[in-house]
């Protein structure tokens, strides 16, 4: 029954003079994320709105589910269009609508009349009440409620009328593009997915980078931080995964390091690898999934270690997450069964049995100065043979 849909926005609405930069933003990103499904659409943006038309049929669940999958969109409401034929079509087309919808229910609802049209014969709050008034005597079981209705209808009277009364969640944020892009370290876990998505959901365009430790690691592990980025890519848009081969610099520092730092000093070296990638691809941050306290890389003094060697702003967004709220967002996002599949990890491979939980930087840095020119080679070569995986 719906041929449209009205798209509402939150916080850009609050944007002063370059508010149309986002807006702009949005329908585009709109437009692209509506090609994977089917139909025709046309995208507007009128007065404040944007709609959402279709030409001829459609595919209603892969429209929503498009549109769920762009950042930016607070609600999206399936919309009937009627034509403008003045009071009395317009009745026999609000009974229809309430029919079709809600049959026989026995609810409470109220009548929200917007009138962009002045041309239409009667004033906002004059036809909601006239048309609830003719709800009621058609559909004895339903009544009015100013104040907590069940359901809201919509009449918006513009150049045609268009009828709403249905709300579907979106996924809030800011529309992809408006906000730079950044670097994410995507391991197979759990977290970094989550990290990824949310820090996007602010705008933030995606690439990302893998640790991986042939023979050490297998393809089938590769392959799991490429099915991850591939499920994230479907809202953030294309990543560009950067797959780093980190075997002979693991073996190095395994060899050269005391056993207990090995994870933190691991740590500083992708960190620093991670860097190297977002400057020459132009982001201007690094992301990572992890959150205090986690594991003995993440309390306080190991972050306080692994930051150490970063100029660029570390976005850490579950910083302050338990790990059970993480899991919640990945069943969301679809990560969750991809994450918890039981492949190994190059940190897990070589982690020690008691690492340090309250590392020193100056410790750290000292145990690093052993470490001779050669690792500096090592990370040249991984730059140098960095293989790129493209998603979306
Ligand atoms: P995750 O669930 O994201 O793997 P984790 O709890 O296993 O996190 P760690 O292994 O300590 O935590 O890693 C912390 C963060 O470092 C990860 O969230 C990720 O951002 C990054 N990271 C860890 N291992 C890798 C890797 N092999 N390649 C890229 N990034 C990594
Ligand atoms: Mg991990």
Request: glycine letters at 8%; aromatic letters at 8%; proline letters at 5%.
């Amino acid at each position: 029954m719906y041929q449209a849909f009205l798209i509402k926005y939150g916080e850009i609405g609050l944007k002063g003079k370059n508010r149309h930069v986002f807006e702009d933003a949005l329908v585009s990103r709109i437009r692209s994320a509506l090609k994977r499904a089917e139909g025709n659409f046309q995208v507007t943006k009128e007065q404040g709105r944007i709609y959402v038309e279709a030409a001829g049929d459609f595919d209603f669940d892969e429209a929503v589910e498009a549109l769920q999958k762009v950042f930016g969109i607070v609600a999206i409401c399936p919309v009937v269009i009627v034509p403008n034929r003045g009071v009395e079509p317009l009745c026999g087309d609000v009974l229809a609508f309430m029919r079709e919808l809600y049959g026989d229910r026995s609810m409470s609802f109220k009548v929200h009349t917007r009138r962009a049209n002045k041309g239409f014969p009667m004033e906002s709050m004059e036809l909601s009440a006239e048309l609830g008034g003719r709800i009621l005597d058609a559909f004895p079981a339903m009544r009015v409620d100013i104040h907590h209705p069940e359901v809201v209808l919509h009449i918006e009277i513009r150049g045609k009328i268009y009828l709403y009364s249905e709300i579907i969640p979106g996924p809030g944020g800011m529309p992809l593009g408006t906000n730079g892009q950044a670097m994410l370290l995507l391991s197979g876990g759990i977290d970094s997915p989550v990290a990824g998505y949310m820090i996007s959901r602010r705008g933030v365009g995606i690439d990302a980078v893998y640790f991986h430790a042939p023979p050490y690691t297998s393809e089938r592990a590769k392959q799991k931080v490429v099915d991850l980025a591939r499920k994230i890519a479907a809202y953030t848009g294309q990543i560009r995964l950067h797959v780093i081969n980190f075997t002979e610099i693991q073996m190095y520092i395994y060899d050269q390091c005391p056993h207990d730092e090995l994870t933190i000093i691991m740590r500083r070296y992708m960190m620093r690898i991670a860097e190297r990638l977002a400057l020459a691809n132009g982001c201007l941050g690094l992301i990572t999934g992890e959150s205090i306290g986690q594991v003995a890389s993440q309390t306080m003094q190991s972050l306080q270690c692994t930051n150490d060697v970063c100029t660029l702003p570390v976005y850490r967004p579950l910083i302050a997450f338990d790990k059970e709220d993480i899991v919640q967002v990945a069943k969301k996002l679809d990560t969750y069964e991809i994450s918890i599949l039981p492949y190994e990890d190059c940190c897990t491979t070589f982690v020690a049995k008691h690492p340090v939980t309250k590392p020193r930087v100056e410790v750290i840095r000292r145990s690093e100065k052993k470490l001779s020119e050669k690792i500096d080679e090592m990370v040249e070569r991984a730059l140098a043979e960095d293989e790129v995986i493209t998603v979306w």
